[in-house]
């Protein structure tokens, strides 16, 4: 697998199509990808700042799924007399 540094996203058949959205290739996930090099500090800190981010994006989209549950709980709860 490649990482095609001038446009920003691997691209295995350099068909200018990223491989996430060709369908010719069916690229390995990324966390699989083999390491051509160590990570620097500023990358290991960008990546848990990234996953820092997705962990509280999950918990927000969770607790609006338990309220939207709790609601419609309590609506038919009403409905039902």
């Known amino acids: 697998m490649s990482d095609d540094t001038e446009l920003?996203?691997?691209d295995v058949d350099r068909d200018g199509i990223p491989d996430v959205l060709d369908i010719q290739v069916d690229p390995a996930p990324?966390?699989?990808a083999p390491m051509t090099e160590p990570?620097?500090?500023e990358q290991v800190l960008e990546m848990q700042d990234q996953?820092?981010?997705q962990r509280l994006l999950n918990?927000?989209?969770t607790n609006v799924q338990q309220m939207r549950h709790?609601?419609?709980k309590d609506i038919t709860k009403n409905l039902r007399g």
């Open 8 to 10: 920003g996203f691997q």
């Open 30 to 32: 990324d966390e699989f």
């Open 39 to 41: 990570l620097t500090e």
């Open 51 to 53: 996953a820092d981010k």
């Open 59 to 61: 918990q927000t989209l």
């Open 70 to 72: 709790e609601a419609v």
